[in-house]
C-alpha cells in the first residue's frame, strides 16, 4: 500500500516499561493517535479479553489464541489504521504481529505459519520504525509480580520469557534496519531519552 502518514510500533516483553514509555511519547507526540493491540476497536477489545484475561480460569490453546489476535489485528489494521494512514494519519501503535510471533511462537505455534497469517491480517503493512525494549525476563518477572494487570503471559515461567526474549531478537534480524533495540534495564528516564534519540534520528521529532 502507499501510505502518507508514519507508524511507528511498540514491543517489548513482560515488565520491559512499554507502557510507560508510551505514556511518555503521548505527550511528546502532539497529532498523533495511539493505538494497542490486541484491542482499538469493540471487536479488540472483547478478543483481548477473552484471549488474554486470566480471571476466567479457562487455558487458550497457542493457534486458538494467534487466530484470536489476528481477526483482531485484521480488524484493526484493514479497517482503522490503513484508511487513516492513508489519509496522512501518523499513528503509534502499541504491539502488533511481532508479539504473536514471540508470544504464540514460543508457546506452539508455527513461526512460519504466523508470519503467513499475519501478512494477510495486515495487508503486509509495514512501520516507519520499531522500537523494541530488551530487558533480562529475570528483572522482567520481578517487575510484573504482584501487578493487578498481569495477563496470561505474564504469569509463565522463566523458562517462557527467555524464548520469547530470543523470538524478538530473531524478528530484530528479520525485519531489518527500521527495527531498533533499546536497553529497558536502564532508568526510566534513561530509557525514555534513548527512546527520544530515536525519534530525532529518524525525523519524527524535529
Known sequence: MTKKGKLIVIEGGSGSGKTTQIR???KELKGWEFYREPGSTTFGEKVRNA????RHGYEVEAYAAM?????????????????????GANIVLDRYWYSTYAYQGTDGASKKTIEKIS???TDGLKPDLVIFYDLDP??????KSGRKDADRHD?????FHTKVRRSYH???????????????????????????????????LE
Open 24 to 26: 511518555y511519547l503521548k
Open 51 to 54: 484471549v488474554q484475561a486470566l
Open 67 to 87: 487466530f484470536g489476535y489476528s481477526a483482531a489485528r485484521a480488524n484493526l489494521i484493514r479497517g482503522v489504521i490503513i484508511p487513516k494512514l492513508k489519509k
Open 119 to 121: 501478512k494477510i491480517a
Open 138 to 143: 529475570v528483572v522482567g518477572m520481578k517487575r
Open 155 to 159: 504469569v509463565k515461567g522463566f523458562a
Open 170 to 204: 530473531e524478528l530484530g534480524k528479520k525485519v531489518g534496519r527500521v527495527w531498533k533495540m533499546v536497553d529497558a534495564s536502564k532508568s526510566i528516564e534513561n530509557v525514555r531519552q534513548e527512546t527520544l534519540n530515536l525519534l530525532e534520528k529518524y525525523k519524527i
